[in-house]
Structure formats: C-alpha cells, structure tokens
T-cell receptor, first 111, second 112 residues
Framework: GEDVEQSLFLSVREGDSSVINCTYT??????LYWYKQEPGAGLQLLTY?????DMKQDQRLTVLLNKKDKHLSLRIADTQTGDSAIYFC???????????FGKGTTLSVSS | SQTIHQWPATLVQPVGSPLSLECTVE??????LYWYRQAAGRGLQLLFY??????ISSEVPQNLSASRPQDRQFILSSKKLLLSDSGFYLC???????????FGPGTRLLVL
C-alpha cells in the first residue's frame, strides 16, 4: 500500500545543518512535498520537488530526491531556533486525489 | 490571493454532543477540499475529500461526516462525539499545482 516513513525526532545545535529523511512507496506521484508545522498551527507548504528532478535548492533549503531508492531528504543549512517545528514529508496518492503524509519529524534546535 | 479559514479555533465538547466544524476558502473557485485529523503525537489522517458541491469521499469509517453545501465551504460534523474524536482538525484545499495542498489554521477539539 501507499506509505510514507520518517524518523520521529532530530536534535541539532543552532548554526549546524539539519537533514530530515523520508522514504515513500508510491512512485506515481508527480510531486513530493515538505510541510512545516509550528506549535498549535496548521501546515505550511515549505517546498516541493517535481518527481523528475534530483535536487531543488531554495535559500537555506535543499531537497534531494533519489527516485530509485524512493528516498527524499530536506536539508536546512545554518539551522536557527525558529526552524524548530514538525516537518512532514508527503506524496500524492495513486488516485491523484489526496496527499499521503508521514508522521512528521520533530526538529529541535538548541542554542 | 487565496485564504482558508477554519472555525472555531478551539472547542471543548462533552462526549455524546454534536459537532460542526466549518472551513471556507476565499480567492479561488471549484477547489478540491480536504479534512484531516492529527491526533497527539501522530501524523495526519485523511478523513474526507470533496471535488465539488455535494460530492464527498470518505477515507476511513468513523462517526464523523462531511458536507459541502457551497463551492468554497466544507463542514465536518458528528451527531455524537466520542473521546477518540479529540484531535487537531485541519482543512486543506488544492491549489493550481497538481496535488499541492494549502492548509487552514486548524481547530483543536477536546472531547471530555
């Protein structure tokens, strides 16, 4: 079935790079997504990558996609305390009607 | 620009009481609309989605229901709440890019 897996926690020090990893099962998704959820808030679309791309860079964010291994990662350079949040990886379902989300990775940034 | 609203922001309800959560979208027409639930410490679970007025698809069996009386309005309801219905309910709509979803601020529901 369709599934998205993520590690649950990541702890880094301010200024370091953070790498959040995700694996998915359905390779028919046109796009793969990273969402950010701050405490008590809804999900904010952080970035997305077209499934035919290997990499996408957007300021401090770098998304890497290994389609062969069905592995997606989000790298945050120079991580700040404001980056502390839950990060969700998501892919489209086979029917193209909805997104399938991982359980989210809680990123904790210490100063 | 498009915006999505949810209300109420927070709700405390007794077990067995009814529920009505509302979601509205502005600045777009004929969006696909979604209801998700996020239980404490867990990921997002898709509950319902709608591709048009009166068209509702249910993803999981439960005591919740959804309705779409207008193009940009999506309502989540229950006749009798259960303790297990507690959680954070998020509404989302599909944007111009295929599959990309934009989320509302959420409603936190506590059933006691």
């Amino acid at each position: 079935g369709e599934d998205v897996e993520q590690s649950l926690f990541l702890s880094v020090r301010e200024g370091d790079s953070s790498v959040i990893n995700c694996t998915y099962t359905d390779s028919s998704s046109t796009y793969l997504y990273w969402y950010k959820q701050e405490p008590g808030a809804g999900l904010q679309l952080l970035t997305y990558i077209f499934s035919n791309m290997d990499m996408k860079q957007d300021q401090r964010l770098t998304v890497l996609l290994n389609k062969k291994d069905k592995h997606l990662s989000l790298r945050i350079a120079d991580t700040q305390t404001g980056d502390s949040a839950i990060y969700f990886c998501a892919e489209g379902n086979q029917a193209g009607t909805a997104l399938i989300f991982g359980k989210g990775t809680t990123l904790s940034v210490s100063s | 620009s498009q915006t999505i609203h949810q209300w109420p922001a927070t709700l405390v309800q007794p077990v067995g009481s009814p529920l009505s959560l509302e979601c509205t979208v502005e600045g777009t027409s004929n969006p696909n609309l979604y209801w998700y639930r996020q239980a404490a410490g867990r990921g997002l679970q898709l509950l319902f989605y709608s591709v048009g007025i009166g068209q509702i698809s249910s993803e999981v069996p439960q005591n919740l229901s959804a309705s779409r009386p207008q193009d940009r309005q999506f309502i989540l309801s229950s006749k009798k709440l259960l303790l297990s219905d507690s959680g954070f309910y998020l509404c989302a709509w599909t944007g111009a890019i295929q599959e990309t979803q934009y989320f509302g601020p959420g409603t936190r529901l506590l059933v006691l």
